[in-house]
Structures are given as structure tokens and as C-alpha cells.
């Protein structure tokens, strides 16, 4: 078993939340886990409470949107003429989109 966390305000973390997703859903938060740069517990915590999801640009945030748009790029080279678009990729792109316009407001992130 493993041992109780206190969050940044000192409350107990002890209680588990699980649920089942598919395949294509992991997928997509494994993706914004990766571009946030925040932990999977912390990002869909935010999500799920509504909380901003705010990106702090450091090297763990820039190799996660590498890794994103190495994807995006592999799979719009397989795809060729843009047709039969998956929309998970539309997802995606849409995610990095608003992180990088978000870094581009910030001009601390450089």
C-alpha cells in the first residue's frame, strides 16, 4: 500500500480516483500530460476540478511538445492530401496550439 501524500495546501492525498478509457483516450491525455509538462494526477485533477491548466515553459514542457508534433508531422505525411483527418490529431494540434500561444504571451518562457 502505498503511503499518504499532502498536496501544496497540506491536505491528505490518500483517496484513489480510477476509471477506465480507451486506447485513442489515453492517448490524448498522455498528450497533454506530456506538452503541460505537469503530472498525469495534477493535470487531470485540474481538469476535473475545473482549475487552469497553466504551462510553465522549461525543458520537460519543450521535449513534450517535440515529441507531440514529431507525431503530427509523421501522421500528416501519412495522410498525404489532408483527407480522412483523424480527429484526435485536430485535438492535438489544437492543444499545442493554445500552449504555444500561451508561451509566445509569456515572454519568461525563453
Given at each position: ?63 513534450g511538445l517535440k515529441i507531440e508534433m514529431q507525431k503530427i ?38
Amino acid at each position: 500500500m502505498s503511503h499518504k501524500n499532502r498536496d501544496n495546501k497540506g491536505r491528505w492525498r490518500n483517496k484513489t480516483v480510477a476509471f477506465r478509457v480507451s486506447p485513442e483516450e489515453d492517448a490524448l491525455i498522455e498528450s497533454a500530460v506530456r506538452i503541460t509538462g505537469l503530472t498525469k494526477q495534477d493535470y487531470i485533477t485540474r481538469r476535473l476540478t475545473e482549475m487552469d491548466v497553466i504551462v510553465q515553459g522549461n525543458p520537460k514542457v519543450y521535449r513534450g511538445l517535440k515529441i507531440e508534433m514529431q507525431k503530427i508531422l509523421e501522421e500528416l505525411q501519412r495522410i498525404g492530401t489532408g483527407e480522412n483527418v483523424d480527429g484526435d490529431i485536430l485535438t492535438r494540434i489544437d492543444l499545442i496550439a493554445s500552449v504555444m500561444g500561451g508561451m509566445k504571451e509569456n515572454k519568461d518562457w525563453r
